[in-house]
């Protein structure tokens, strides 16, 4: 049992990177490895749809992002975190989020090779918006929900939260629970 965290704020320590701490904490409370990524530490490009990846199931860019598909094969789930960005999430989240292209033939569908890692696997999204109206995240919300049931993949759900400043979100005792308790749930069986 592996859960792996993607963070999607630049701002490492920030409230994304909390409440992912926080999920992390559960998870492995729950008896699973665990592992961090900061996207903002990586090097990912935009997807070309040069559609190569379609054939082969290998991105043909140069970057870290192969390294991330195979953490992604690995983990029994994975617990993403990322702020709201104009409306949208990050530039960042949605490079990485692009990219999972690779995973996908011509059809959408996963390649068959990959098949067996993906076809279930655990999904679970943590936002923050600045906007005391937590629903500004909606749209990515959307984005990660509709991809994996689109994938067949299982969606743990989401967690959103509001809060501005650098660690605000640390006051927010049930926001931290809840992504607690969403981390405990990536990893159970
Ligand atoms: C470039 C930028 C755009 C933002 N756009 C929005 C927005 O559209 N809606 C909103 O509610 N908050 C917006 N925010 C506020 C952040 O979502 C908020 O400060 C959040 O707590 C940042 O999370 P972090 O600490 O994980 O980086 C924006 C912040 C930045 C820097």
Same mark, same amino acid.
């Given at each position: 049992? =592996?859960? %792996?965290?993607?963070?999607?704020?630049?701002?490492?320590?920030?409230?994304?990177?909390?409440?992912?701490?926080?999920?992390?904490?559960?998870?492995?409370?729950?008896?699973?490895?665990?592992?961090?990524?900061?996207?903002?530490?990586?090097?990912?490009?935009?997807?070309?749809?040069?559609?190569?990846? =379609?054939?082969?199931?290998?991105?043909?860019?140069?970057?870290?992002?192969?390294?991330?598909?195979?953490?992604?094969?690995?983990? #029994?789930?994975?617990?993403?975190?990322?702020?709201?960005?104009?409306?949208?999430? #990050?530039?960042?989240?949605?490079?990485?989020? +692009?990219?999972?292209?690779?995973?996908?033939?011509?059809?959408?569908?996963?390649?068959?090779?990959?098949?067996?890692?993906?076809?279930?696997?655990?999904?679970? %999204?943590?936002?923050?918006?600045? +906007?005391?109206?937590?629903?500004?995240? +909606?749209?990515?919300?959307?984005?990660?929900?509709? #991809?994996?049931?689109?994938?067949?993949?299982?969606?743990?759900?989401?967690?959103?939260?509001?809060?501005?400043?650098?660690?605000?979100?640390?006051? =927010?005792?049930?926001? =931290?629970?809840?992504?607690? +308790?969403?981390?405990?749930?990536?990893?159970?069986?």
């Amino acid at each position: 049992m =592996n859960v %792996l965290g993607i963070m999607g704020s630049p701002r490492v320590g920030g409230n994304s990177d909390i409440l992912l701490n926080q999920a992390l904490a559960g998870a492995k409370e729950a008896g699973a490895e665990v592992e961090k990524i900061v996207l903002d530490r990586m090097k990912i490009s935009g997807c070309k749809d040069c559609k190569k990846c =379609n054939e082969t199931g290998l991105c043909v860019l140069k970057d870290d992002m192969p390294e991330i598909h195979q953490k992604i094969l690995e983990a #029994t789930a994975i617990v993403h975190s990322v702020p709201v960005y104009f409306f949208s999430m #990050t530039a960042q989240m949605k490079a990485y989020l +692009d990219r999972w292209c690779a995973f996908y033939d011509a059809e959408w569908r996963w390649q068959k090779a990959y098949y067996p890692k993906l076809r279930g696997k655990r999904i679970g %999204l943590i936002t923050v918006c600045g +906007d005391p109206n937590v629903h500004m995240a +909606d749209p990515i919300v959307h984005s990660f929900k509709t #991809t994996v049931e689109m994938s067949k993949m299982h969606w743990l759900g989401a967690i959103m939260a509001s809060a501005t400043d650098k660690g605000d979100i640390a006051a =927010n005792k049930e926001a =931290n629970q809840q992504a607690f +308790d969403l981390g405990k749930k990536a990893a159970l069986p």
